[in-house]
């Protein structure tokens, strides 16, 4: 080996931690200071060449097998613990020690972990209850109860050194994986670079090949954690769980690798966003819990507890935020190399048009691509130095664009977040209340299909489907801000207009109006959407208490269009219910047309006529109506009902069956024409009848008791 300040060696242990090896060390057994795992420091002659670092990755001989020590447990015999040997003072002089690192932060909490860790502080804080017990003589046995608590510690112990185990296992085949992926990467950029590959075939390789690795970086990142978590605080706090549950073998499933849509580069400003959101939080909450004082009585453990949670909490947020700025410098430095490419392959393209290889229009369609696809890379990398000197979650650009969508894999897809999802429900609710009774008990189709009401029953048909259609857009629209205003206009219109239909459908009924099942919905439909605009504005900072507001706002505007506002529009008849009774015949009724008397005469004096004898007649019986029958129809006329409203005189409808055409329903006032010669003349409300007239005849209606009459066509 070297003399001087090059005789010194470091180590690197699979999980990543960085160590120095002194002389003095050569040939002992020792431990890595952050994961525990076991390691055999190689003799001078083992070291290759004049290496001065050794990756414990590349090589595996030097990893010593079997299982590990307890954290607490002190180094057997004969085995130095790196981390302490690395203080003690050399003969030689190395220069000063580095500091030590700080304990890898894992991005995720592993349950076994936080199980272990809860039942050992269960058991500690049961073992430290029990102590005040003052025992006979200092050589007894602890009584049943301790022994077995102790039993229980024993096994957690145990357990806990199981699964260190195969967390160091999964380590080390992580390390290897992205080690070979990273060697895969260098040669797709060598093979692209000197002509090997085309462009195009190394962008998809390299592309799928980074995803992959950031796979295995993450979970390199969780497992280093992981091996380093030593506290319950650490480990995601405390869980009450039963002596029952301690393991009797431990299981390690992780989770399984899934191919994400869309560019690494979306998937990085996503991650990096909730990780900034997420320090926001813990900081927030890092500062409540720093101003806790014990209430009177309250143990001072339990505000402890509460800071050191809420400090781990805010050490994962921090390390997560500084992960995810690694892997977009990381990228950033990727789409440079392949800046650097993409000139090595115009220059090769341009090559090989000057010795014919290729002709003009071939070197244009390469050029063509060939620029475009640097100017994504150079879009792509001034978003990802914005985002990396984003001091907030606000600042972090949205990704957004359509060279995105080149810059993936995968190629154009379509991207559902959670708040899409929400709207899309709240486009089902819409469509599903055009079915159901919302004025009237009657659905607004079935009110068409009788005709009555008609503009009406078109509203309410037409603006649920109409804000039904809005949603979907809007909820495919690229970025936060856009799909949560488009919500919030969507929601408010929708509220407004279909309170206001509410309010014509039934004048009456007031708030009573929302109890109808489509009213229900509708009620439903508008709370979702506003939902929607929460979800998707929870990111926004300025703009993530816009929902909040508007709720409470929209709901005290329908109650006073509901409550407080007039018609302002004529009212509409209501739908009667279908009848399913047989048509009387169309017979003309005697009974149901009174001739008009005759006027009387004027007076005039009569003079005293003389007695006349007894004469016996009868009655003469009536005359028919001196009216040619010939060339008249005989047409059914039904009255269906009275709407009214204050202020406006009442409207009629009369249903008019004509012998082969369909039903016509009108809607007339007391004077105006019904059919023919027929006119609305009177209505009876104690009778609940209307009265017909033609000048010469009356016609008397009783509701749903349709009669036939002669009209001249």
């Known amino acids: ?14 999980c990543g931690q960085k160590m120095k090896v002194s002389r003095s060390m050569y040939g002992k057994a020792g431990k890595c200071v952050a994961c525990r795992q076991k390691i055999r ?19 595996p001989e030097f ?63 049961h073992l430290r209850a029990l102590s005040g017990f003052e025992r006979r003589s200092p050589d007894q046995k602890p009584d049943k109860q301790e022994a077995q608590l102790l039993g229980y510690r024993a096994r957690v112990h145990r357990a806990r050194m199981e699964l260190d185990e195969l967390l160091r296992q999964r380590l080390m085949e992580t390390a290897v994986d992205l080690a070979t992926v990273q060697e895969r990467l260098a040669d797709l950029a060598l093979g692209v670079r000197v002509g090997e590959i085309d462009y195009k075939s190394y962008r998809d390789q390299a592309a799928r090949l980074r995803i992959r690795r950031n796979h295995l970086e993450e979970r390199q990142q969780n497992l280093r954690g992981w091996l380093s978590v030593t506290d319950l605080a650490g480990a995601g706090g405390f869980v009450d769980l039963g002596f029952e549950t301690i393991p009797k073998r431990v299981e390690l499933h992780l989770p399984r690798e899934v191919e994400p849509h869309g560019s690494l580069v979306e998937q990085h400003l996503m991650s990096l966003r909730e990780a900034l959101i997420r320090r926001e939080a813990a900081e ?33 947020a921090k390390g997560a935020v500084a992960f995810y700025m690694q892997r977009l410098q990381q990228l950033r430095d990727d789409y440079a190399a392949d800046i650097q490419a993409i000139e090595s392959q115009l220059d090769l393209a341009r090559g090989r048009m000057q010795v014919g290889e290729i002709d003009r229009g071939q070197y244009d369609d390469i050029e063509d691509m060939l ?51 929400v709207a899309w429900g709240a486009a089902v609710l819409l469509l599903v209340s055009i079915f159901l009774p919302v004025a009237g008990g009657h659905s607004p189709f ?25 949603l979907v857009p809007a909820s495919l629209a690229p970025g936060h801000k856009p799909r949560g205003g488009s919500y919030l206009a969507i929601g408010a219109v929708g509220a407004v207009l279909l309170s206001v239909l509410l309010r014509y459908g ?74 399913t009774r047989p048509v009387a015949p169309r017979v003309p009724q005697p009974s149901a047309v009174v001739p008009r008397p005759a006027a009387p005469a004027p007076v005039e004096p009569v003079a005293a006529a003389e007695p006349e004898a007894d004469i016996q007649t009868t009655p003469a019986p009536a005359e028919p109506p001196k009216e040619d029958l010939l060339g008249m129809n005989a047409v059914d006329i039904e009255w269906r009902g009275k709407v009214g409203a204050p202020g406006r005189p009442p409207l009629f409808s ?14 007339v006032n007391i004077g105006e024409t019904v059919y023919g010669k027929w006119k609305l003349s009177e209505y009876n409300p104690a009778l609940q009848s209307v009265t017909l007239s033609n000048e010469r005849e009356f016609l008397v209606l009783r509701s749903g008791q349709p009669i036939s009459v002669a009209v001249q066509p």
């Open 63 to 125: 990893l010593r097998r079997g299982e590990a020590a307890e954290a607490e447990a002190e180094p057997e015999a004969g085995e130095v613990a790196v981390a302490v040997a690395v203080a003690e003072p050399e003969p030689i002089s190395l220069g000063e020690e580095d500091r030590p690192s700080e304990p890898t932060a894992p991005l995720e909490i592993l349950e076994p972990l936080r199980a272990l860790c809860s039942l050992d502080a269960k058991i500690t804080r």
């Open 654 to 667: 009369i249903a008019v069956h004509i012998p082969g055409q369909a039903p016509e329903t009108r809607m």
């Open 506 to 579: 039934a004048p009456d009924e007031g708030l009573g109006a929302l109890l109808h099942p489509g009213a229900m919905l509708w009620a439903l439909a508008v709370l979702a959407v506003v939902a929607a605009a929460a979800v998707a504005l929870a990111p926004v900072r300025i703009w993530r208490f816009a929902p909040w507001i508007l709720a409470p706002v929209l709901a005290l505007v329908c109650g006073a269009v509901l409550t407080f506002t007039g018609s302002l529009v004529p009212p509409q008849a209501p739908v009667p219910e279908p009848v």
């Open 1 to 14: 080996m070297p003399k001087g300040k090059t005789a010194r060696l470091r180590i690197y242990c699979i």
């Open 446 to 470: 079935v009110a068409y299909r009788h005709g009555a009401g008609l503009t009406l029953a078109l509203g309410m048909i037409m603006i649920p489907f109409v804000l039904a259609l809005a």
């Open 284 to 316: 927030r909450k890092l500062g409540i819990a720093e101003r806790m004082i014990p209430k009177e009585g309250e143990s001072p453990k339990r505000v402890q507890a509460v800071r050191a949670e809420s400090k781990a909490e805010e050490r994962r």
């Open 371 to 421: 620029q475009r696809a640097k100017a994504d890379l150079a879009k792509a990398s001034d978003m990802m130095n914005r985002a990396l000197t984003a001091p907030s979650s606000a600042d972090v650009p949205e990704p957004r664009g359509t060279f995105l969508q080149r810059l993936s894999p995968y190629g154009a897809y379509l991207q559902v977040s959670t708040d899409s999802l």
């Open 41 to 59: 420091i190689p003799l001078p002659e083992e070291i290759p060449g004049d290496a001065n670092e050794i990756h414990l990755k590349d090589h």
